[in-house]
């Protein structure tokens, strides 16, 4: 008998995540991830490295990070008691499809989205109602509402600004989601801060259905340190920690983000920066000839060209450019992705890209 007859059938039909390109070596230009450019600086690794000795690494954490739970109060000006902060916001999404979703449950998702949100629900055996963006992959809150009053999903799942698209819903849409249906409604905002549309935050009060899900892995640079949280009414919040993951914050990551979210000036400069070389590539691709470039509120762009996206992919990466291929999402055939890094590194992928086109 073969170990995969124990297997779940839903897991067996799955394909394991990977993302195409090289390892981070010198002389890469990694615009593939949509991470923030900028490493923690020295003075705050330094001051952060004592602390990290003085910790006691055979013990450990809390079982839900008490001290950041109160510096994210204060940062976001939400309830302690609504707040739950995990190992990521990838962490936090199986938290809340742990809690909601099961077989056969139903969940809507707009499409083309974060992929991970549909393999999740699939490893929950649970059921994806896909709402085709609209054609300039905006997002269809008519049909969205359509689609949930005739399935009642247990779940809809709005990320906004949208992974890979870069386009928001508006506030007011949520609302009419939230008044229209009887779902929960799940907000990902792990790009807000790059954004000038505002928060899906200012609806939790009057919605006890609405969590908005963010994390500190893109405006904060910490992708390697995993730390995410979302927001809620304290009722809904203790219903997802009842299947939460115990321990999950380790200390020296729950110390990091803690300290950056005490450096707003530096934070909200490096902010201001990515978002000015986000339009720096956003004309610049623009003013290529035989190329479609999508307005973005992320720190990332999307853009098409009359070349095969693959074969464009690794003629830039065999010049150390590494972007990412997105032609596989539906709507977005012979389409790349490039998120914004220093103004050397744009610079570097746009003439590697003229030479290529």
């Known amino acids: ?16 995540y990977a993302v195409k390109g090289k390892t ?17 600086p020295d003075d705050i690794k330094r001051e952060l ?23 994210l109060s204060v940062h976001t000006r939400h309830p302690v008691e609504g707040i739950i902060a995990g190992n990521g916001s990838n962490e ?5 499809l742990m809690s909601t979703v099961g077989k056969g449950t139903k969940v809507l998702i707009p499409s083309p989205s974060f992929f991970l949100y549909e393999k999740a629900v699939k490893v929950f055996d649970g059921e994806v109602l896909s709402v085709r963006m609209n054609d300039n992959l905006s997002f269809p809150t008519d049909r969205i509402i359509e689609a949930a009053r005739r399935e009642k999903p247990a779940l809809i799942i709005l990320v906004s600004p949208n992974s890979p698209t870069g386009q928001s819903i508006a506030i007011d849409d949520v609302e009419k989601i939230l008044a229209a249906t009887s779902s929960i409604v799940l907000v990902d905002e792990a790009y807000i801060e ?5 928060s899906a935050q200012s609806l939790i009060e009057k919605h006890d259905r609405l969590v908005v899900l963010r994390t500190f892995s893109k405006a904060f640079g910490m992708a390697g340190l995993r730390v995410g949280y979302f927001l809620a009414q304290a009722a809904l919040c203790e219903e997802f920690l ?17 300290k950056l979210m005490q450096r707003k000036k530096l934070i909200d400069e490096r902010i201001a920066y990515i978002k000015i070389q ?10 290529l000839p035989g190329i479609e470039v999508f307005p973005s509120d992320t720190n990332f762009l999307i853009f098409k060209t009359r070349h095969e996206s693959g074969a464009l992919f690794q003629r830039l990466l065999h010049e150390n450019v590494l972007v990412r291929d997105v032609s596989s999402y539906p709507m977005l055939g012979r389409m790349l992705r ?15 890209l003229k030479k290529n086109l």
């Not at 490295?49 to 510096?71: C, G, H, I, M, T």
């Open 338 to 352: 490039v998120n914004a890094g220093t103004e050397e590194e744009n610079t570097t992928f746009l003439a590697v």
């Open 49 to 71: 490295a004592q602390e990290f000795f003085s910790q006691s690494w055979n013990r450990y954490p809390e079982v839900f990070p008490v001290d950041l739970l109160k510096a």
């Open 278 to 287: 986000k339009e720096f590539l956003l004309n610049s691709l623009r003013a």
């Open 242 to 258: 009842k299947p939460k993951i115990p321990f999950a914050v380790n200390n020296f990551s729950a110390s990091v983000a803690i």
């Open 24 to 40: 981070l070596q010198p002389g890469l230009i990694k615009l593939n991830q949509n991470e923030n450019p900028f490493d923690i």
């Open 194 to 198: 790059f954004s000038d549309k505002p």
């Open 92 to 96: 936090l999404m199986y938290t809340v």
């Open 1 to 16: 008998m073969s170990f995969l007859e124990n297997i779940k059938t839903n897991v067996r039909a799955l394909e394991t």
